[in-house]
């Protein structure tokens, strides 16, 4: 930062025949907006120009100027739309008027992506975001605390992010998604309370990539999802999971599972148009094989995949018998525990299943 400010010293008349859009651009790739408005003692056409910066990033304050700079940079702002604000903060739970207040105002200059990251606990009401109408990225990390008691409104929302927040009961992640009739990207990373939400119900009817990731053992529950349009599909999760229940997936052609059978099951019955599959598996057993038809898989890989258990054997069979349309088979070794001649006909095996057309690949994990 000290040697741009320098250089604007030395070639400030050639910096500022620059277009303002193009100086605006510049500004925007500079990390926080801190560093924005030091730029403005370049030269006096610089002293106004940060505040056109669409592009704000908060990182971290630890002392009360810094949040006074938060405060007087929204207030300030001129831009005719916030295209982004990110906010890490670093700080206790007295500081939630502050962040409502500036919510409030980043709604209020339209907003488009908002990222909030706190490491202290902090409510959010749902009608912080019955305004946000403008807003299409939501992304919520680590300590925040969900409480959506009736649906909120945001109709322009596409993505939305949810890394390891807590949720007041099971209403208030249904009040929540179903205020977003447009999202198309879900992820939810679920951390590990067991006092949270316990059904997770996901009806989102323009869905298109679902993330989930649930490692808590000792939270009951489970998920239900409907989401007609979902293409893309990534899940891992634990025995402490009780259900995962998929509604309806017709348009589904990618997968991934890890540590899930029963979801294996449900998916293949469901998804008729599911080109891609992906195990990773080290913890579940299957007492049952699907029985499904897979006439559209055409890549089918399974990691960590332990070659010593008969059921998962017999799975893998299944699906290599009757993908007739599969054009890759991988499969990375997990667990060497017999003799080399045996793991070698188990693949000679697998590869005689598939097709002269199919590429078949295994390697060790």
Not at 103 to 116: K, P, S, W, Y
Not at 234 to 249: P, Q
Not at 260 to 284: A, H
């Amino acid at each position: 930062m000290e040697n741009l400010i320098m250089l604007g010293y030395v070639n400030a008349d050639r910096i500022s025949e620059l277009p303002e859009a193009l100086l605006v651009q510049i500004l925007s790739l500079l990390p926080t907006t801190k560093h924005v408005i030091v730029t403005s003692v370049l030269s006096k056409g610089w002293r106004s120009l940060w505040k056109m910066v669409p592009r704000l990033v908060f990182a971290s304050p630890n002392q009360k100027y810094e949040d006074n700079v938060i405060s007087t940079s929204l207030l300030s702002h001129e831009a005719p739309v916030i295209e982004s604000l990110r906010l890490r903060l670093v700080r206790d739970a007295r500081y939630m008027g502050d962040i409502r207040a500036w919510l409030g105002i980043a709604f209020a200059r339209h907003v488009r992506e908002l990222v909030l990251d706190v490491n202290f606990r902090v409510s959010f009401p749902g009608s912080m975001f019955c305004s946000a109408s403008s807003l299409e990225t939501l992304i919520l990390k680590n300590s925040i605390h969900v409480d959506v008691p009736c649906p909120v409104s945001m109709k322009s929302l596409k993505t939305l992010h949810l890394h390891d927040v807590t949720y007041k009961d099971d209403e208030s992640v249904r009040n929540l998604l179903s205020g977003c009739p447009c999202l198309e990207d879900l992820l939810v990373y679920r951390g590990y309370s067991i006092h949270d939400a316990k059904i997770f119900i996901i009806v989102a009817l323009s869905l298109k990539r679902l993330s989930i990731y649930d490692p808590c053992i000792g939270r009951k529950g489970g998920y239900v999802i409907n989401a007609p349009c979902l293409k893309y599909l990534e899940i891992e999760m634990i025995k402490g999971c009780d259900f995962c229940l998929i509604d309806n997936s017709p348009e589904l052609v990618e997968a991934t599972i890890r540590n899930w059978w029963n979801l294996l099951i449900l998916m293949l019955d469901n998804s008729p148009k599911l080109q891609v599959l992906k195990i990773v598996d080290k913890l579940s057993e299957q007492e049952y094989v699907p029985e499904c038809l897979l006439s559209q898989l055409e890549t089918f890989v399974w990691k960590n995949y332990d070659w010593t258990s008969e059921v998962k054997k017999e799975v893998a069979t299944y699906i290599l018998r009757n993908a007739v349309r599969l054009k890759k088979a991988a499969f990375s070794i997990y667990s060497i525990t017999v003799k080399c001649s045996e793991l070698e006909e188990r693949l000679q095996m697998f590869k005689e299943l598939v097709s002269n057309s199919c590429h078949f690949v295994s390697k060790f994990d």
